[in-house]
């Protein structure tokens, strides 16, 4: 699927050098591997060469620190004393966790009944209270009456221009790191990944092709498209609970319409046999969303890609062991 509309506001290149610039006090620059383990080769073929970024290696786990932390960055100390919330399944509760710690400030975070207990654990062990909602549609609204109420800041999980300058930074890393890409497989949920990926690597290669994939039981981004703007997503029903967002918005959407070549889908299973090999392969236990890129360069985009030199995105691990173990035992 592949399509264009109207112009979104991306942020430029020098502001993401400059991002990139001021989150180094608080993030890692996240390693880039060749894999070229037997499996992958077996699958792939020779001719098609796999760079993968490793940002399951960042501060608190996963790509949302590069958001989050610039969210900060840009309170007053008024505001940092009022404190932040967040709304997530996981990733970007610790992550928000992570960055007010970093600055001495509060985080009240609203997290889903559904939300691996480790991840959890772990948002409160950065510093995070954590309330409860049972669906994504409660948890906005509980995030909005703490901050009618408190007067916190609302940081967003994939909208807002820092979360995606963020994910932009993550982008023209990776594209600095590799060099030379031809295409780029890149995870989405509500779209913020994606989208600052995206506007990153095409400002900086306009020929480098960009796919978004997405889990077949939460295809939010695949009902925009079709649309023709921001959708709401319909029943989730996936493992990777990190891509199950609920709506997209204007900005999500609308940068990744205009720098994403094409949108595929990956089913649960073809993800459990990703993080399958990247474990045999790589030594590497993700989350499911983290083997996304994996799952459709295996599959869907196998022969789209041969001969090509491909990036692909290995975004988190925040994943506790228990159900770790039960994918693996399905894959």
């Given at each position: 699927?592949s ?8 942020p430029?290149?020098?502001?993401i050098?400059?991002?990139l610039?001021?989150l ?5 620059t996240t ?5 070229d ?6 699958s ?9 970024k490793?940002?399951l ?6 790509f ?10 840009a309170?007053?100390e008024?505001?940092l ?5 967040a ?9 928000t ?8 400030a ?12 480790a991840?959890?654990?772990?948002c409160q062990?950065?510093g995070?209270?954590v309330?409860?909602a049972?669906d ?8 909005e009456?703490?901050v ?13 221009a820092?979360?995606?300058?963020g ?10 790191q ?8 890149i995870?989405?949920g509500?779209?913020?990944l ?13 020929s ?13 981004m695949?009902?925009s498209y079709?649309?023709g703007?921001?959708a ?14 609920p ?13 994403v ?5 990956v ?5 459990r ?8 392969e790589?030594?590497l ?7 996304a ?9 196998r ?9 692909i ?13 039960e ?5």
């Amino acid at each position: 699927m592949s399509a264009r509309a109207p112009t979104v506001a991306a942020p430029t290149l020098p502001a993401i050098r400059d991002a990139l610039e001021r989150l180094q006090p608080y993030i890692a620059t996240t390693p880039v591997h060749r894999w070229d383990g037997i499996e992958l080769v077996a699958s792939l073929g020779h001719e098609t060469k796999v760079d993968a970024k490793l940002e399951l290696l960042q501060a608190s786990g996963s790509f949302k620190a590069r958001g989050a932390v610039l969210n900060m960055l840009a309170l007053d100390e008024a505001a940092l004393r009022r404190g932040v919330t967040a709304v997530s399944s996981g990733n970007h509760a610790i992550a928000t966790a992570f960055a007010a710690r970093e600055f001495g400030a509060s985080a009240k975070v609203v997290m889903l009944q559904s939300a691996s207990p480790a991840r959890i654990a772990l948002c409160q062990q950065y510093g995070g209270e954590v309330l409860l909602a049972a669906d994504g549609a409660t948890a906005f609204e509980m995030a909005e009456r703490i901050v009618a109420d408190e007067g916190r800041t609302f940081i967003h999980p994939y909208d807002g221009a820092q979360t995606i300058l963020g994910t932009a930074t993550l982008g023209l890393e990776f594209w600095e790191q590799a060099g030379g890409l031809d295409a780029v497989v890149i995870p989405i949920g509500g779209g913020g990944l994606c989208a600052g990926m995206a506007a990153a690597i095409k400002q900086a290669s306009p020929s480098c092709l960009v796919f978004g994939v997405e889990p077949s039981g939460a295809d939010v981004m695949h009902r925009s498209y079709e649309l023709g703007g921001p959708a709401r997503a319909g029943a989730v029903k996936t493992i990777a609970d990190s891509l199950g967002a609920p709506f997209t918005t204007a900005m999500s959407y609308g940068l990744c319409r205009q720098y994403v070549d094409e949108l595929v889908l990956v089913d649960d299973d073809q993800i459990r046999t990703a993080m399958a090999l990247i474990f045999r392969e790589l030594k590497l236990a993700v989350e499911p969303a983290a083997a996304a890129s994996t799952a459709a360069l295996m599959t869907t985009l196998r022969e789209r890609v041969r001969g090509m030199r491909v990036g692909i995105v290995i975004c988190g691990t925040n994943i506790d062991f228990r159900r770790y173990a039960e994918h693996m035992g399905d894959a």
